[in-house]
């Protein structure tokens, strides 16, 4: 019980949007039946089902495994740096970005136990490597979950969509790596052992994974949900035991206070006017908005203003970049690295990222419509 209370007690982004959503609650005009229907439960299941498969690959012991083969089959620290932005962006397009990064950080930061190697920037990296990977695919992030969900094009209509914006951004990301990471050899420690893992619950985990991206597709989500929930109770219970179910509680919460902020009496006419706005304010809106609440609220306000389009798709994933507060994907990555430079060091690569992805993006939709 303890192991499940604690991320709780100790979320403080969980403490601060529930004191938000309070005194929000004390202005806001609405009924407390119409609360439960604030949340977008649909994405809440998804995400719950890909942390908890996704966290069963992790429990599996087998990324300590990969790290140690990682250090022994590269020898430049700048071939490493763009495998793992490379693997960041790409498993960040089937997983969200948030889970990619609980899997890719803590097996960054196992590199410490076999070599020298400059941790902190690698994954500063990997957090600008899945905002750019995440934005291609339905599942590769919050955002894009809700908005597939609004939205009425396939899972490859989606991808499509998505397609020209996420490949300039992955690839000015490799080469923005290229520059910022030396051709030094990398250091490796003696007497490495190799680490145990089991491959029974990495492949369960791998299946279930499967199973619920195809379940996603069929509408299937929540029986899908109960299903994962039921092998891992059976196999593998300290997987459901060591999930970050403050998580899930963050995203909860979120929708509840931008739902109570768009019942706001002052906010009305505000709303009113950028409803009323051009595409391009809608935009530049959108991401301006993602920099201040992080881009996953954005999303949830601006689509109970505008309909879900692709160029809102575009501007609230352009949105992750920059500021810290852009993605939540960007506070979990430093938060797990547990380096206090780490946090002024970040946007001297990210805030630079973000006016790149404004101007690819803005000039590509133009030459798209």
């Not at 035991?241 to 509680?249: E, I, T």
């Not at 380096?339 to 000039?363: C, E, N, Y």
Request: overall charge positive; some cysteine; hydrophobic content about 60%.
């Amino acid at each position: 019980m303890a192991t499940l209370i604690t991320p709780f007690l100790r979320d403080r982004f969980l403490h601060l949007l529930v004191v938000l959503g309070i005194v929000l609650g004390c202005f806001a005009r609405f009924q407390w039946r119409e609360l439960p229907g604030a949340v977008d439960w649909h994405t809440i299941i998804t995400l719950c089902g890909l942390l908890l498969v996704t966290k069963g690959i992790e429990s599996s012991g087998y990324f300590d495994l990969l790290g140690q083969r990682l250090i022994q089959r590269f020898n430049q620290q700048r071939t490493l740096a763009l495998f793992l932005v490379a693997a960041a962006a790409l498993l960040s397009t089937f997983l969200t970005n948030d889970i990619a990064l609980f899997i890719l950080v803590p097996l960054t930061l196992s590199l410490r136990q076999f070599s020298t190697l400059p941790v902190s920037r690698l994954i500063i990296f990997e957090a600008l490597a899945v905002n750019a990977g995440s934005l291609l695919t339905p599942v590769g992030n919050p955002q894009n979950i809700l908005l597939w969900g609004r939205g009425d094009a396939s899972f490859v209509g989606f991808m499509l969509q998505m397609l020209p914006l996420a490949a300039s951004m992955v690839a000015i990301l490799l080469v923005l790596t290229w520059f910022s990471f030396s051709h030094r050899t990398i250091e490796r420690h003696d007497n490495m052992t190799t680490p145990q893992w089991q491959k029974g619950l990495l492949w369960l985990s791998i299946a279930l994974y499967l199973l619920f991206v195809v379940a996603l597709e069929l509408k299937l989500t929540g029986w899908a949900l109960l299903l994962v929930i039921a092998c891992f109770a059976l196999r593998a219970r300290r997987v459901l035991l060591a999930l970050d179910w403050s998580l899930l509680a963050v995203f909860i919460v979120m929708f509840v206070d931008v739902w109570l902020f768009m019942r706001l009496p002052q906010l009305q006419g505000l709303v009113q006017q950028v409803a009323h706005a051009s595409d391009a304010v809608h935009f530049f809106a959108a991401i301006g908005l993602s920099q201040v609440i992080s881009n996953v609220p954005a999303t949830i306000l601006m689509i109970q203003i505008v309909p879900a389009s692709v160029s809102l798709a575009w501007a609230v994933n352009i949105g992750g970049f920059g500021l810290l507060p852009g993605s939540l994907a960007n506070l979990i990555a430093l938060r797990m690295a547990k380096d206090k430079a780490i946090w002024w060091r970040f946007h001297l690569f990210s805030v630079p990222m973000l006016f790149i992805a404004i101007a690819v993006g803005w000039l590509l939709l133009k030459a798209l419509h």
